[in-house]
């Protein structure tokens, strides 16, 4: 628990009071691991969509008898206490929540968060995030900050048509970047670091150990 | 001539600084001269400076601050301009803020105005926030008013991205190059327009050179393009050409700048 509380991740989802629901049996099935007026965190997936609900959703936790410290958006969600936090509050179970496609380019400001994998078709421009629990698959240029793996782990990769960005984080690693390749290239963890493979113009196709 | 897609314009760029209001009198203009019915509105309201660009500032008697506490209407408010009798500003008020108003006012006075205008033109102050929420709520079309510089470059992406959120498509969202040095970006000391494009991920709709004469005129109170002989008129009648539909290469813009500058050049040794 960091000194703000518990992150409650709420996915993707089409009917509020169906989550409101799932919301209250949650909670009150913790029982007594609560006490009155404990303070969480409340992180909602594709924000922008359900901006209008979330109102509700602090509403209802409120009269379980909780307060809401802060509302995580996106970026702000992507503070390393946060992701950490949201690794154990992510469903373990259910990494393979299927693929998010998106299909447009991300600019800056923007933010993709899913639980799954993520395949953005266009730009990643800088400024703009993507945070997965699986790996992210980018069919564009890559500008902005990746984080990959939040949820699968080490597993995850990363790949790009042209890797531009200055930070890439897969799992708990982190890399920095000060040059830029431009190149299809995949980001891979290899005995604990962050390795970059590059498209082999020889042979043709990335080869990832 | 091709159909008309959209009345109501926003300019807005994220960045101040970059000629959102020059743009926005200047465009105005060229379609006024055009015969076009063309409203202006201020929505920099506290900092407005619409009105001394088309040197209208001494004939202001209401703003839309007026008309949003219900003292006058909406047409009742508008001044017109010195020379083109088809071109109106709204103006705004200096006193108020901008939280004074609501992107529904906005929609209220631009729906008042809907029908006797064939342009609308709202200058958005920087920044996105009251501000550009006001000035973008009523818009069906935007201009994205960028230099070729990074900051500006990144700002834009940025407006971009909230003009998205707001449902604005690519086709409704129109990049403007401006203060352009052509012989600058020719040596490689400046971003061209398809680094501009490639930054973007986005077509520009037009360029427009930099050019000492803006600041003359702008001075003076007259939109630089109703000044005789002047070459950056051309980016404006090529881009109003544009939004109407018609194909324009982009080169146009630039061709007769080598030249103005050659002529201009020659027209000092003429002098003397």
Known sequence: ??????????????????????????????????????????????????????????????????????????????????????????????????TKVVKKNLRSGQSIIHSGDVMLIGNLHAGAEIVAGGSVFIFGRCQGIVRAGINEGREAIVAVLSLETPFVQISDLKRTFTEKVNRPCVLYVKSGRIEIGEYDTEIGGVSVE | MPAQKYKVFVVTSGKGGVGKTTFTANLGCTLAKMGERVCLIDADIGLK????????????????????????????????????????????SQVATKEMMSPEDMKRIVQELYDDFDYILIDSPAGIERGFRNSVAPAEAAFIVTTPELPAISDADRVIGLLENYGFTDEKMFIVLNKFKPHMAKRGDMLDKMDVEKALAMRIIGVIPDSEEVIVATNKGIPVVLEDGVVIGRSFENIVRRIKGEEVPIDEDLKGISKGFLSSLLSIFKKR
């Open chain 1, 1 to 98: 628990m960091t000194k703000d509380g518990l992150v409650l991740y709420i996915k993707d989802y089409t009917d509020v009071y169906d989550v409101l629901q799932k919301i209250e049996d949650k909670i009150k099935s913790m029982g007594n691991f609560f006490a009155k007026g404990d303070k969480i965190m409340l992180l909602v997936e594709e924000h922008e969509k359900h901006i209008s609900d979330i109102p509700k959703i602090v509403a209802r936790v409120q009269e379980l008898g909780l307060t809401i410290s802060h509302v995580l958006m996106g970026a702000e969600g992507t503070k390393d206490v946060v992701i950490k936090k949201k690794v154990d509050m992510v469903n373990q179970g259910d990494t393979r929540s299927g």
């Open chain 2, 49 to 92: 400076n619409l009105d001394v660009v088309l040197g209208l500032e001494n004939r202001i008697i209401y703003t839309s601050f007026d008309v949003v506490n219900g003292t006058v209407s909406a047409k009742e408010a508008l001044v017109k301009h010195k020379q083109l009798k088809n071109l109106y500003l709204l103006a705004a």
